[in-house]
């Protein structure tokens, strides 16, 4: 199996557990609740090896890992409906699709506030007013709420590239200097 199938059947298995759970939450009207739990949830993947370890080892039988991510879970606080999907996901060995899931359940939360992630790489770190401009641009132009993931790459010299859904604006010097490259390989 490739690797591209095996990201597939995560996303969809993910995809299915994020579903049913946004829609009891959303029917419990605690979307707000479920927003600061799945950060919390996506920071412990991202800051702990042993429970990457736990989620992707299949050398745990299901019986310890329901009850290491109950614990977890346990331990974190997280509402009973989250904690229940997430022994459910042990006991069907698919904790694997963890991470997808905490994407899947970002999207699903944003979606529902009316917010939008705006991924922003510039030549050097925005400064607060530029923020606060840039984001403003964006909502105006999106009708959402914008969230800001900004990242610096000093190799676009000047400027930035803003992603905003599936618009692109490449205000880069780095990709006004390969046009004119381009321009000039034409002409001559």
Sequence with gaps: MSVA???SISANIAGRYAQALFDLVSEQGAIDALAPQVQALDA???DSADLRTLIGSPLYSREQQEAAIGSIAERMG???VLANTLRLMAQNR???ALPQLVDRLTALVADARGEVTADVVAAAPLNAEQE???TETLAQKSGKIVKLNTRVDEGLIGGMIVKLGSQMIDSSIRSKLASLQNVMK???
């Design 5 to 7: 199938n095996t990201a």
């Design 44 to 46: 412990a993947l991202r």
């Design 78 to 80: 997280l509402m009973p």
């Design 94 to 96: 698919r904790l694997f």
């Design 132 to 134: 606060r401009r840039l």
């Design 186 to 188: 034409e002409v001559g």
